[in-house]
Structure formats: structure tokens, C-alpha cells
């Protein structure tokens, strides 16, 4: 009895998958401009949780990426809908994205190296004589010492 119950569920749990392909819809957008778009997306999505220029945060620039492309949302979804049911498709489509990510995280990054570097060359460092002539003059400094009739006064 426990053997044919088991089977049946693990036939019921494999025949649950869904294996669906949608129809391709009629404004389907194409697979470069949508790696395009889903990689601004992404960028949008994190910079909602970082300040802007003007201090602010939590601000979503999703309708920026949708003015760019000249997409609305649902004409988004349903193409994103359309590409999630290939799943390999859509797995290469990912794997494009996360190129595109990572080489820009890399322009960035060598961005900020430079500006560093630059603000590091212009940091006006003080001579090494100037800093001991700072401590010997400091430690050759004779205390002032305060007389006990000065204080009663």
C-alpha cells in the first residue's frame, strides 16, 4: 500500500510541471533590445536603493528605462512571459545580461581607481623636516609652572 501510494504522488509531482511555450506575442520585443533593456532594469533596480545627487533614495527610475525603449510594461511582461517559457532561451539571454553587467561594473570600477588616484596626487603631503621640527619644538616646550601666589590671587 505505501509503495503505490508513493508512486502515485511521484507521478503526481512530475506530471505538475509545466512545460508550457506561450505563442510568441504579437509586439514580442527582440531578444538584443530586450538584453539591453533588462540590463538597464537591473541597474535601475539597484540604484532605488542607493542616494542620488540630491540625497534621495527609494526613488524608482524603472520609467526611465520604459521612456528609453519606448516600451510600456505590459508590452514588457508579456515578452518577458513569452522568453521565461524557453527556458534555455532565456537561461543565454540571462547569461548575456550578467556579461553586460559585470563588464560595465568593470569600467566603473577602474573609474573610481583613477579618481582616487587623482585625488590622492593632489592631497598636499607635508615634508617629513617639518613634521620633526613640529615634534622637537614640542618636546623642547618648557611647561609653564603656576606659583602658588599667583593662584591665591
Do not use: W
Amino acid at each position: 500500500m505505501r509503495g503505490t501510494s508513493l508512486i502515485i504522488f511521484v507521478f503526481i509531482l512530475l506530471s505538475c510541471t509545466s512545460n508550457t511555450v506561450y505563442k510568441k506575442p504579437e509586439g514580442l520585443i527582440p531578444k538584443d533590445t530586450m538584453i539591453a533593456l533588462l540590463t538597464d532594469m537591473y541597474i535601475a533596480s539597484a540604484a532605488k536603493n542607493t542616494k542620488n545627487k540630491f540625497l534621495q533614495n527609494r526613488v524608482n527610475y524603472m520609467y526611465l528605462v520604459h521612456e528609453k525603449y519606448g516600451i510600456d510594461s505590459t508590452r514588457f511582461d508579456m515578452s518577458n512571459t513569452y522568453y521565461t517559457s524557453k527556458i534555455e532561451e532565456y537561461n543565454d539571454l540571462i547569461k548575456e545580461v550578467k556579461k553586460r553587467l559585470e563588464a560595465k561594473h568593470e569600467v566603473y570600477v577602474k573609474l573610481v581607481d583613477s579618481l582616487d588616484s587623482i585625488k590622492r596626487k593632489n592631497v598636499v603631503k607635508p615634508k617629513k623636516d617639518t613634521l620633526r621640527r613640529k615634534k622637537l619644538k614640542k618636546s623642547l616646550a618648557i611647561p609653564k609652572k603656576i606659583d602658588e601666589t599667583e593662584e591665591l590671587e
